[in-house]
């Protein structure tokens, strides 16, 4: 088994989006890093929108989530725009409601990585952030930590701006990597948003 993991903290939460683009089979482990932060921050031109990137910022807390992984030239491909940087495993925590992963004898050969976004570029009219990849990375928290994790990841992120559309019916990504959910999720994320006064930022609001 691989001793090389991935703290993981946008799309690939979604067991869906794991499936149309990466492996699905493999277990997650809701996890907190220390001294990071989640903005949205990673452009990729190709797509047309900006994702979520991260970045090492002091006193900041980024919740996600640790999966093992094999770093090879489809994942590598995925996340193109990101560098896989190695961090110390004194910086993760795991909640106590869930077991810590089985690092090895004193976890000194286990490898853990982050993806760092090397050129930070915020969000604009013609790389908005989108609707349905922010649905992505939420349904994926619901999944993994119920609603107390989408929260803490809607909380934790940067760089909310008004470059952000709802693409959900006619989804203007050239190569979406984003599942569609149902009106019921919809309807969800929506109120979290609303509770958090994210949702007036959105474009027709």
Known sequence: ?????LFTYGSLLSSQSRAMTARSDLTLTPARLEGWQRSWSARYEDHGCTYVGARPVEGCTMTGAIVPVEIDAALRHRERKYTFRQIDLG???VPAASERPDFGPGGEDAKLFVLHID???????????????????????F?????????SFLLE??????DW???RSFRTLKHPASPRFDA????RIDALL??????PLREGR
């Open 1 to 5: 088994m691989t001793n090389t993991w």
């Open 91 to 93: 910086r993760l925590s």
């Open 194 to 199: 609303e509770a958090l006064q994210l949702l």
């Open 157 to 162: 992120t940067d760089i909310w701006t008004r």
């Open 143 to 151: 999944e993994i930590g119920g609603e107390a994790m989408a929260q």
């Open 165 to 167: 559309i709802d693409d």
């Open 119 to 141: 050129r930070p570029r915020p969000p604009d009219s013609d790389h908005p952030i989108a609707q349905s990849y922010v649905d992505t990375c939420l349904e994926g928290c």
């Open 184 to 187: 019921k999720t919809h309807t």
